[in-house]
Nanobody, 115 residues
Framework: QVQLVESGGGLVQPGGSLRLSCVAS????????MGWYRQAPGKERELVAT???????TLADSVKGRFGISRDNAKKTVFLQMDSLTAEDTARYYC?????????WGQGTQVTVSS
């Protein structure tokens, strides 16, 4: 059974930075996509960034130029570097894995941007 565990969330001031990590465990076969979604109160869950095992990335327009995604395939880990954070980035961030026709979710880590 695949499990995803996020870490790195917390409280940060506007303009600050955070780096989120997600470690996957279990069997992951061949090609896969890992990434991040977020959900704020009263809003739909939205894609933030993804990266395939082949290196193809996607970024939401709202975070382009501020966020970056990277992977360490040997450690089955994906990172989200978040810079220039604003209050609109406040949300619970969820790690996501798509592999072998199945999708998996972590429990999420809270990011709060506030003065």
């Amino acid at each position: 059974q695949v499990q995803l565990v996020e870490s790195g969330g917390g409280l940060v001031q506007p303009g600050g930075s955070l780096r989120l990590s997600c470690v996957a465990s279990g069997s992951i076969f061949g090609f896969n996509t890992m990434g991040w979604y977020r959900q704020a109160p009263g809003k739909e869950r939205e894609l933030v960034a993804t990266m395939t095992s082949g290196g193809t990335t996607t970024l939401a327009d709202s975070v382009k130029g501020r966020f970056g995604i990277s992977r360490d395939n040997a450690k089955k880990t994906v990172f989200l570097q978040m810079d220039s954070l604003t209050a609109e980035d406040t949300a619970r961030y969820y790690c996501h894995l798509h592999n072998n026709g199945r999708r998996y979710w972590g429990q999420g880590t809270q990011v709060t941007v506030s003065s």
